[in-house]
């Protein structure tokens, strides 16, 4: 079966602090992780894809499969960060974590 | 040039009536997906079509009939509406061959049950 676990219900941080999103998977195949993002009232946007081992607007995320996690950071955040955060893993189907709300505050 | 589309954008309609949310994506996707979001934000999959052929359907109420006419469109019709189906729904689409490139998702139209 697919899982996603993101522990953190919400995250709060001042602006230039560091972030982590943390994200553990469960799969039996290979996995292939993804991170959403959701600013108010918008659409999901695909904001990294653990295949390309990008960074998109500073943010990068590697899959540790010894770990099985694919947590999100960035060195520095900025207000305009606020949003939430889906750690999705595709299969059959792509499964999302229950997202995390990262408020970043001035 | 919006590549997934829904509509409406806002549905407010009383109990027990019949509605429809449409979809169409203009990528060239094979597959199509209806996701539920709700007041607590848990994205579920609901159904997904693949060529106009229904492969995933997850444990979603009867009330719920999903159609597409063609591989573009997937369309979500809902019979006797229940409060508890107040939520956003999300329409998504892929492509078979490019498994690693995600989902695009639409805008989403949110239900409000009254």
């Known amino acids: 079966a697919q899982r996603v676990t993101q522990p953190e219900k919400l995250l709060s941080v001042f602006k230039g602090a560091p972030v982590e999103l943390k994200c553990n998977y469960s799969y039996s195949g290979s996995p292939e992780l993804f991170w959403y993002v959701q600013y108010s009232r918008q659409r999901l946007q695909l904001l990294l894809r653990h295949i390309s081992r990008e960074s998109i607007k500073g943010f990068t995320a590697d899959l540790n499969k010894g770990e099985t996690s694919f947590h999100l950071k960035k060195p520095f955040a900025q207000e305009e960060d606020s949003a939430m955060y889906y750690c999705?893993?595709?299969?059959?189907?792509?499964?999302f974590g229950a997202g995390t709300i990262l408020r970043v505050k001035s | 040039d919006t590549a997934v589309s829904q509509t409406p954008k806002y549905l407010v309609t009383q109990m027990g009536n019949d509605k429809s949310i449409k979809c169409e994506q203009n990528?060239?996707?094979?597959?199509m997906y209806w996701y539920k979001q709700d007041s607590k934000k848990f994205l579920k999959i609901m159904f997904s079509?693949?060529?106009?052929?229904?492969?995933i359907n997850e444990t979603v109420p009867n009330r719920f009939s999903p159609k597409s006419p063609d591989k573009a469109h997937l369309n979500l019709h809902i019979n006797s509406l229940e409060l508890g189906d107040s939520a956003v729904y999300f329409c998504?689409?892929?492509?078979?061959?490019?498994?690693?490139?995600?989902?695009?998702f639409g805008s989403g139209t949110r239900l409000t049950v009254v």
């Open positions: 999705a893993l595709g299969g059959n189907k792509l499964v």
């Open positions: 079509y693949n060529n106009k052929e229904l492969i």
């Open positions: 998504a689409s892929s492509h078979n061959r490019e498994r690693f490139s995600g989902y695009t």
């Open positions: 990528l060239g996707h094979d597959t």
